[in-house]
C-alpha cells in the first residue's frame, strides 16, 4: 500500500513549501517551546518535528491490518474471476464440440449465450475492480485521518510549528534524529488502535 507514502509524502511536500514561503516572505513564527527531548529552536523560530513514514508503516498494528485485508479481499476477487473463467471455458468447450450437429438457430443461440458469460466476466471484473479501488481509497483516508487526529491531540503538549512525514529519497535529505518523534506516534497509535479493538468486541 505505498499509495499512503505517496498521500503522505506529497501532505510533507506541500507541508515545506508553505514553511519556506512563510520563511522567506517574512512572516513572523511564532515562539518556540522547549522541546521534550531536550533539542530546542532558536527563541521566535519555528519549532519541528518529522515522523519516518516506512517505519510508522511497518509498526503500527492498524495499518498492518489494513493491508492484511486487502490482500484477502485481492485474493478472494482472484479467486471468483477465475471460477467465471474457468466455468465460460468449459461451456465454450461444450458448445464447440455440439457446433457440428447444432442448427442455425441454435448455433446462434450459443454465441449469444457465450456473449453473455464474456460480459458477465467482464462486468465483474470491473466491479471488483472498482470495490477495491473503493476500499483502499476508504482504508487510505480513515488511516491519514486517524494520524491527523492523533498529532493534533499529541501536539498540544508538543507545541511544534510543522510535523513533517519523512520518507527516504523524497525531497528531505537531511534531518535531525532529535527532532524524529516516529517512536512516539507508534506507540500511541497502536495504543488507541487496541483500545478500539477492544471497544469494539
Known sequence: MKNISTLLGGLALLGVAILFYLHFSGSPAKPAAAASNGSSAASGSLKIAYFDIDSLQTNYKDFKDAEDQL??????????????????????????????????????????ELATLQQRYNQTEVELDQNMKKTQMDMMTRLHNDVEAFLKEYNKEKGFSYIFAYQPGVFIYYKDSALDITGDMIKGLNEQYEKKKKEKK
Open 71 to 112: 490482500k484477502t479481499q485481492d485474493s478472494d476477487n482472484k479467486i471468483r474471476l477465475n471460477s467465471l473463467g474457468t466455468s465460460y471455458q468449459k461451456r465454450l468447450k461444450e458448445l464447440q464440440d455440439k457446433a457440428p450437429t447444432m442448427s442455425q438457430a441454435e448455433g446462434e443461440a450459443a454465441q449469444r
